[in-house]
DNA sequence: ATGTGC
């Protein structure tokens, strides 16, 4: 048995070495040429009833795969008109996410959408997009920050119980901002997340393992922030009486680790599919039944674990500086990718591009600005939403736009007013550049119920551009 | 959102 053998039944690329190898196997228990060729003839022709197991399996799975990417690159016309989806908030969104939602129903692999009440415009899909697709995932669909989440702890403290100098202190020991930051070494925490095994099943996941350990329990820039403030819940819930709490608010991501995955496999969708309509190229999706697919589903879902992780080592922290247990805790990811099933029984793949999980019951956390309120949600269940809801208050004006028309004393003014202290945070995350909440909330009343409000007190965030 | 390639 040798190449010629092979390449003569059709096989091609990576095919050959894996068809050789399994040949080898089967030379070695005696079985003949004649009939291994026999075999393999019946791989390339039925792959798909070999790949479940056995010495052909490899062989199998690397052509579905094949054929998967093929139908792909085929698939690169959009729909003429766009399938219908529902909008809250219209009066609150700008037409550029809607012409980006258009977009996104144009395509092929699209089944269902949804446009929650604090979208605007970003990369592919707008945020504040939600996205049903069958068979396949679309790394801008996720977006940049993959598993980007919020984590809420509720303290057994009274709200006044830590002064604004100390609260200060304990964000200052045992949070960190930024771009590429990370934890002294001696200071680093650990998590058992950096020990799945799924680090070792790629060659990326493996070349990010010491990124991602290094930045464990930090928080990025932009957007993100550790917050104190008080919890007010007016009436039993969360298994807490009614009443006010002291509280810790963070919103977080996969960091480095995750934009790195996103990047990789955004460029890889995109070689998949260089016939895709230019109008929709940041859209480009990865076949779930394919190498590439599987492969950017598992770095996803990690991500997602490793963002929750940096949540859990931020709370951990405070709460043992404090020397307190938490009474309660919720969290959720808003930018994420999940498996779900339709009224209609099909299952499809639900992008939440900075969208809240809302699945009836369910908990989540919608917060506003630096400045403004948050709360504490629980999901209806709304099937024309695809049980989601908002992931916040959404932009109103675009940083630079922020940048322009605001300056450190419109924000230093707002925050006076509200008796918040800011540690960082930059002009373009002023209050006055995003949406009211409370006219989001609004908007949203189908498709969840508010449980609590948090007022935040003691802010930290990353610096911005232009620094308050 | 990230932290480096365009």
């Not at 048995?1 to 080898?24: E, P, Q, S, Y």
Request: proline content about 5%; hydrophobic content about 40%; aromatic content about 6%.
């Amino acid at each position: 048995m040798n190449g010629k053998h092979i390449t003569k039944l059709g096989f091609g690329g990576r095919a050959i070495a894996l068809a050789l190898a399994a040949a080898k196997v089967r030379e070695r228990v005696g079985i003949s040429t004649q009939e291994i060729l026999g075999e393999l003839a019946s791989v390339r022709d039925h792959p798909e009833a070999y790949v479940t197991g056995g010495v052909y399996a490899d062989l199998a799975a690397e052509l579905t795969s094949r054929e998967a990417r093929a139908r792909a690159a085929r698939q690169a016309t959009l729909r003429p008109t766009p399938l219908p989806y529902r909008v809250w908030g219209e009066d609150l969104i700008e037409p550029g996410a809607r012409t980006q939602m258009d977009v996104a129903m144009q395509l092929p692999v699209s089944r269902a959408g949804a446009l929650m009440p604090d979208a605007h415009v970003g990369y592919g899909l707008p945020i504040g997009g939600v996205l049903a697709t069958e068979g396949a995932v679309i790394p801008y669909g996720v977006g940049v920050d993959i598993g980007c989440s919020m984590m809420l702890s509720v303290l057994p403290l009274r709200p006044d119980a830590l002064g604004t100098d100390e609260t200060r202190k304990l964000l200052m020991k045992h949070t960190r901002f930024g771009a590429g930051v990370s934890f002294e070494k001696s200071f680093r925490g650990d998590h058992e997340v950096l020990h799945d095994p799924a680090w070792r099943e790629q060659a990326l996941l493996r070349h990010l393992r010491d990124k991602a350990a290094e930045q464990i329990g930090t928080s990025g820039s932009g957007n993100h922030f550790v917050e104190f403030g008080t919890l007010h819940l007016p009436a039993p819930d969360l298994g807490l009486e009614a009443g006010d709490y002291l509280a810790v608010l963070s919103h977080s991501g996969s960091r480095g680790f995750g934009a790195q995955v996103a990047n990789h496999y955004t460029k890889v969708a995109q070689t998949l599919h260089p016939q895709l309509d230019p109008a929709a190229r940041k859209l480009a999706w990865l076949p779930l039944d394919t190498e590439e697919g599987e492969g950017y589903w598992q770095a996803m879902n990690l991500a997602g674990r490793y963002a929750l992780a940096n949540h859990d080592l931020i709370h951990a922290r405070i709460a043992r500086a404090l020397g307190a247990e938490p009474l309660a805790q919720v969290s959720n990811s808003h930018n994420l990718a999940w498996k779900q099933v339709l009224p209609d029984g099909e299952e499809v793949i639900v992008h939440r591009k900075g969208a809240t999980p809302a699945e009836a019951g369910r908990l989540g956390l919608i917060p506003g600005s630096m400045a403004d309120p948050g709360f504490v949600v629980r999901g209806r269940g709304n099937a024309e939403a695809l049980d989601s809801a908002s992931h916040g208050a959404g932009r109103q004006m675009g940083r630079k736009a922020a940048e322009r028309a605001l300056n450190k004393r419109d924000v230093q003014a707002y925050l006076k007013e509200r008796g918040i202290t800011l540690i960082g945070g930059g002009v373009d995350e002023a209050p006055q550049a995003y949406k009211r909440i409370e006219e989001v909330i609004a908007r949203q009343r189908d498709l969840v119920d508010v449980v609590a409000e948090f007022r935040p007190r003691v802010v930290r965030m990353d610096t911005g551009h232009e620094d308050v």
